[in-house]
């Protein structure tokens, strides 16, 4: 708290250049009576104001961190914001598992009461996209750095129909986005990943990335966000405009059938493979938050070297040399006591 006492303002001024609290307000005054002193003192006070400089670079770091700090929030809010959607996703399925396996042994709850908790995860599940964030998406995977992503495919271009097509390239283009860049050339014998590598490549300037579902059938993605402005703009050589069709989540609790043992029994197997993938989010959510709350991390400034930034400040304070306490003078210039708890206040 050494510089906070330096910087606090005083009503109270002395002609004394050895008390600090006079030496900034005075030395002022101190230094135009005695111009010529000062110019006199400049060549020896200038190794002092460099060594004080140099020292006192230190008291940066306070605010490059607070700079990086805010660079970070988004990213603390979107793990955050999905932890806690996560959470609450996981209660409900670990609560409907319990039902339908005592259901499925015959000692389960009444039917309207599994009806509730499904009718519950369902509500749930259409709020995702408002309590969630943006970094869940319709499949509970989160994704730090893509955000949430909507996959869905492009009717007509399926690796069926590409691998059957012979030699083709395709041009696309996506709204006002295209040209010679956006073409993807198609070639006999090219097996389905090489397929969609070529037009992953292809699309990629135009954030559209292109992949393969567990079937090696061709599926687009896209940020979520951007989805709406991405749907409807799509062309191709040859075919113009083409349609799009969003790939709805793969938990969809409103079409369970829960009057038989088959229907219970997918039920259930559903409900534990979504279990499964929100564990996994979960970790990766904790996982992006922890990153983003070290790379915030704030190490201690030495108290020795905060010592001898507050001594090399009081002696530059202290002097009659115009130069320094010009420098000093000008720095402080809307430093209030409340700015430096604030600065203090990021250590």
Same mark, same amino acid.
């Given at each position: 708290m050494a510089m906070e006492a330096l910087l606090r303002p005083t009503s109270t001024s002395t002609a004394s250049g050895a008390d600090l609290k006079g030496g900034v307000v005075s030395g002022n005054t101190g230094a135009q009576s005695t111009a010529a002193t000062g110019r006199t003192h400049a060549l020896q006070s200038a190794s002092s104001a460099e060594r004080t400089i140099g020292r006192a670079a230190p008291t940066a770091s306070p605010l490059r961190r607070g700079i990086g700090m805010q660079q970070n929030q988004g990213e603390v809010a979107r793990a955050q914001q999905a932890l806690d959607y996560l959470e609450r996703m996981a209660g409900q399925l670990e609560a409907l598992?319990?039902?339908?396996s005592a259901r499925l042994s015959g000692r389960g709850a009444?039917?309207?009461?599994?009806?509730? %908790?499904?009718? +519950? #995860? *369902?509500?749930? #599940?259409?709020? %995702?996209? &408002?309590?969630?964030?943006?970094? #869940?998406?319709? +499949?509970?995977?989160?994704?730090?750095?893509?955000?949430? &992503?909507?996959?869905? %495919? $492009? +009717?007509?271009?399926? $690796?069926?129909?590409?691998?059957?097509?012979?030699?083709?390239?395709?041009?696309?283009?996506?709204?006002?986005?295209?040209?010679?860049q956006l073409a993807a050339a198609i070639e006999p014998g090219m097996t389905p990943?090489?397929?969609?590598?070529?037009?992953?490549?292809?699309?990629?300037? =135009? &954030?559209?990335?292109?992949?393969l579902d567990r079937d090696r059938e061709l599926v687009f993605t896209t940020r979520e966000s951007a989805f709406a402005g991405v749907k409807d703009a799509i062309a191709v050589t040859g075919r113009g405009r083409v349609d799009t069709v969003a790939l709805p989540s793969s938990l969809a609790p409103q079409a369970w059938e829960l009057g038989n043992p088959d229907a219970l029994r997918q039920?259930?197997?559903?409900? =534990?493979? *979504? #279990?499964?993938? =929100?564990? %996994?989010? +979960?970790d990766a959510a904790s996982l992006a938050l922890s990153t983003a709350v070290a790379r915030t991390a704030q190490p201690e400034i030495p108290t020795a070297e905060l010592a001898m930034i507050a001594r090399d400040f009081t002696a530059t304070a202290a002097s009659h040399d115009y130069e320094s306490l010009l420098a000093i003078t000008s720095a402080l210039v809307g430093v209030s006591r409340e700015r430096v708890h604030a600065l203090l206040g990021l250590r």
């Open positions: 598992k319990g039902d339908l009444a039917s309207r009461e599994l009806e509730a %908790r499904v009718r +519950q #995860l *369902a509500a749930t #599940l259409e709020a %995702r996209r &408002q309590q969630a964030g943006d970094g #869940l998406d319709a +499949q509970l995977d989160f994704d730090a750095v893509k955000g949430a &992503q909507q996959r869905f %495919r $492009i +009717q007509g271009l399926d $690796i069926a129909s590409l691998k059957a097509g012979g030699a083709q390239t395709l041009g696309f283009s996506v709204g006002s986005a295209g040209g010679p990943e090489e397929i969609a590598r070529r037009l992953d490549r292809t699309l990629a300037p =135009v &954030q559209v990335r292109a992949g039920s259930l197997r559903e409900v =534990v493979q *979504a #279990l499964a993938r =929100v564990r %996994r989010s +979960q």
